[in-house]
């Protein structure tokens, strides 16, 4: 059976459900013996939220993975961001290329704009090099000398930091992976989006071990307590993760969106209020999108 | 230990025994120095600051409350009466952590957990409301140009409010861990007054 599955415009956290469905859903020998097509030929916008959760999503199938095969997009600078964000050099690990020839050379990370390439967290020692990484770019970005702690420099290394040890914490084992980019706005300020995104237990399954009713709970009822409550499976004095979100959005002018199971919550700029998301496909693992202003102090 | 200002004497830091990032606020390092810090603390005497030195260290904010949560608790809460915590980050690069991890703290304590914070700047993190920042930055104030406390007469003729008023600000940031009562003096007419010296 042939799968051929697609995404046009934007590759981003919110397109990867008509992309990755497919592959998700099957399973087992079904999943095996099935044959599915990417097709990104119509992409013209790649954002971290499309490059992280795509690669873990691929990650929680890597064991029964099908034939798989990726149209690369058309648009040149598109492929080359695909190239650079070093999503494509995982998928031809998995998957038969189509139409990257060129793009295939690329060093993942070579391009301006690209803050952290795709990064692959494992072990505590491979976020230590995530963060040194991002903090010599913002240094960059934001005019910083080495070793100046400015507010926006802090707040976002925290939050990726806090989020980041959550993998660690609540993804049973799997690894986790990262994915930022910095942009221009319509109006010319700049922001960065931070993806990060593994294919874990999930955040409800995660809690449940401290919280049994979440069990059986539906997952965007705990992800909007979560959020709201500092929920943490250890110990009630842990849960900064999403404070430290939350702190860093509200702080730099940012947004979130979180999506873990058949949950997705955001929050957006310039807002307090906590939108939820109902009727998604359920998903392995969690995955969070960031975006903050970073503009020098 | 050297004296600090008026009738405040500064113990030998505590540190974290392993440079570099931390983010486990379990891990062997962290609960360490929160045991050291609180114990510390309790066997200090009175008029004692006890300093959290962060040199060449990385904390997540989970790991920043972990280590200061149980001391502020006990500040705050009047169980070591006179002794205080002042952390000391010489590079700043953990005080948007430890202000993070403060605030959540605070807010799932329902206590306000504050700190004296050196690192480029004196600066205070966690929950800080606006006046107790204000009757800090006062006394500190006339503590550093001229070596002098606050007393809730000073405070009272810079902001323009009741003597009452004054002293009130004066206890809460005192019941916050952030001033002592290094002294009482008397007044001309009667009675007496406490003379405040920041924590730092």
Known sequence: ?297 | MKALSRGLIRRSPITIATTGMHTDPDAPDITGAREALLDALHSAPAGTVVPLVLDGISLSASCAAAVLMPSLSDVVGGKVPGRFVVVEDPSGRNRWDGDAGLKKESERLGRKLVCAWQSKELDLVGAVDPQVRSTYDFVLGRWRTGGDGATARDLAGHFDVSIQAASNRLSKASSLGLLYEADRETVSGGGAQFVFVPVM
């Open chain 1, 1 to 297: 059976m042939v799968y051929r599955c697609h995404v046009r415009d934007t590759l981003d956290m919110s397109a990867l459900p008509q992309l990755m469905d497919p592959l998700l859903q099957l399973h087992g020998e079904a999943r095996a013996s099935s044959e599915i097509v990417l097709d990104l030929s119509g992409v013209r916008f790649i954002t971290p939220g499309g490059v992280a959760p795509f690669a873990a999503l691929i990650h929680s199938v890597y064991e029964d993975l099908p034939r798989l095969h990726l149209h690369a997009p058309t648009d040149a600078e598109c492929c080359r961001y695909l190239a650079s964000s070093g999503l494509l050099q995982l998928l031809a690990d998995v998957a038969t290329i189509h139409g990257a020839d060129v793009a295939m050379g690329i060093r993942p990370g070579s391009a301006l704009n690209t803050v952290l390439p795709l990064t692959r967290l494992s072990q505590n020692a491979d976020l230590e090099d995530l963060l040194t990484q991002l903090e010599l770019k913002l240094d960059g970005l934001l005019g910083c000398s080495d070793d100046t702690w400015t507010e926006t420099k802090c707040r976002i290394i925290s939050a990726v930091r806090e989020i980041c040890a959550n993998v660690f914490q609540h993804a049973g084992g799997t690894p986790g992976w990262v994915s930022a980019q910095k942009y221009r706005s319509s109006k010319g300020n700049p922001f960065l989006e931070v993806s990060i995104a593994d294919s874990g237990v999930g955040i409800r399954r995660s809690l449940a071990d401290r919280y049994p009713e979440f069990a059986v709970a539906d997952d965007g009822d705990v992800l909007v307590r979560m959020v709201n409550e500092r929920l943490s499976r250890h110990n009630p004095a842990r849960g900064c993760g999403y404070f430290t979100l939350q702190e860093a959005t509200s702080k730099l002018d940012g947004s979130f969106r979180l999506r873990s199971g058949s949950g997705e919550v955001s929050r957006a700029r310039r807002s307090r209020q906590l939108v939820r998301a109902d009727g998604r496909a359920a998903w392995p693992g969690t995955h969070l999108e960031m975006r903050v202003t970073c503009a020098p102090d």
